[in-house]
């Protein structure tokens, strides 16, 4: 894993022309909305890696 995950969408307009921002690390503009951004790993949640409960069907 040498390179980070590149963002298909813009968050902000939802285009997809996004390049490398300049910026640094994880930084990427959006050419449609003219918009700068970055992208963070925040850590793993508290809950961890169970399964989510979407069904609630169980008694
Ligand atoms: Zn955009």
């Not at 930084?27 to 951004?37: D, S, T, V, Y």
């Amino acid at each position: 894993m040498s390179e980070r995950a590149a963002p298909f969408y813009c968050p902000y307009c939802g285009d997809e022309d996004l390049r490398p921002s300049e910026q640094g690390h994880g930084a990427w503009e959006c050419a449609a909305c003219n918009r700068a951004f970055q992208l963070k790993f925040l850590g793993l949640l508290a809950r961890g890696l169970q399964p989510n409960d979407a069904g609630g069907d169980e008694i």
